[in-house]
């Protein structure tokens, strides 16, 4: 559906170096529809923030074409895209309250006195901060000023806003309550939303679509389901989630599925993803989730193998076994916290299994 829709972001065989050799950001093309929430997700120095100041105007594309709505933006400052930005630290104007704050940017565009205290108001309220107006930003907590930053970058009524780690600098609950504030305001006003993150919980919670970067390209670009059940290669299984792999050679290919000898000796069955060839060598991808060990709950086509306990962790929700199998002692596997689910001590050797449709043979 998304790919059908027109482009209203387009980025079109886009490069960056900053040395004239090393490219940062390498043939990137990316097509977005108007009202989607994007996020760029990667290590640093994989690109994705380059791609957001390219996109904001503050770095110029070494090559290729930046499109909005159909229109190259290439040559248009930044002040004339019409882009709303909230960055991670708040770049609120200190000596300003609140209202003046929100105004600066309204006041910039020549928008009479009476119209910019509505849109004021308005976008404060939005973010619930209606009651701050006369406050200034060194008056407030940190998610208070990252509301009114946010309030700021929406008070133009921009079509795309661009947020660089905007939530980065707050603790942990405030991060996740102001996630889903974000992603709930920008469905609600139907804002084109680009966001840059590092963090994985906030990309597939946010996201309508995630883009994953590394070493200047997106590695894949799908939304959040998609890019955690089925990784495309190595790097997005590992990046996203906890993952447990197996490394071994691929025997046979057969349609959909493939059989794997484990360099311990094992043989299983897989999803063959990105290997083409019988003697090709392959990371095998399983999450721990995937995996059970109560014998009443193994599948009866599952793949079973021995394993010796090494660490049971509570964690409240779930339980966290960290298991020795097929030569790894990093061995994953998540149980949730149930009362018939058995707790297991070190020591123990059991048998485990999962399905071989939720097992990926990937790039080694």
Known sequence: ??????????????????????????????????????????PSGSGKTTCLMMLAGFETATHGDILLDGVSINNIPPHK??????FQNYALFPHMTVAENL???????????????????????????????????????????QRIALARALVFEPELVLMDEPLGAL??????????????????????????????TEALTMSDRVAVFDDGRIQQLAPPDELYEKPQNSF????????NTLDGVIEEIKGNTCIVKLD?????????????????????????ERVE?????????????????LEFIYMGDIFRTRLRVAGTD????????????????????????WLAEDCRALDA
């Open 103 to 145: 105004s600066f940017p309204l006041e910039v565009r020549k928008i009479g006195k009476s119209d910019r205290e509505q849109k004021v108001k308005r976008a404060l309220d939005m973010v619930q901060m209606g009651d701050f107006a006369g406050r200034r930003p060194a008056q407030l907590s940190g998610g208070q000023q």
């Open 1 to 42: 559906m998304l790919d059908a829709a027109p482009a209203f972001v387009a980025f079109e065989r886009v490069q960056k170096s900053y040395d004239g050799e090393n490219l940062v950001v390498k043939d990137l093309n990316l097509s977005m529809p108007k009202g989607e929430f994007l996020t760029m997700l990667g």
């Open 330 to 353: 990093e061995f994953i596997i998540k149980t949730r916290n149930a009362p018939d689910q058995t707790r297991l001590k070190p020591g123990e050797i059991i048998e485990i299994g």
């Open 81 to 86: 895209r019409g882009i709303g930005m909230v």
């Open 264 to 288: 311990s000796g094992e043989i299983i069955d897989a999803v063959p993803v990105n290997v083409t060839k019988v003697g090709e060598r392959t990371k095998v991808s399983i999450r721990p």
């Open 293 to 309: 060990f109560n014998r009443d709950r193994l599948h009866d086509d599952a793949h079973t193998l021995k394993a010796e306990v």
């Open 171 to 200: 603790d942990k609950q405030l991060r996740e309550t102001l996630q889903f504030e974000i992603t709930n305001l920008a469905h609600d006003l139907g804002i084109t939303t680009v966001y840059v993150t590092h963090d994985q």
């Open 236 to 243: 997005v299984a590992q990046f996203i989630g906890e993952n």
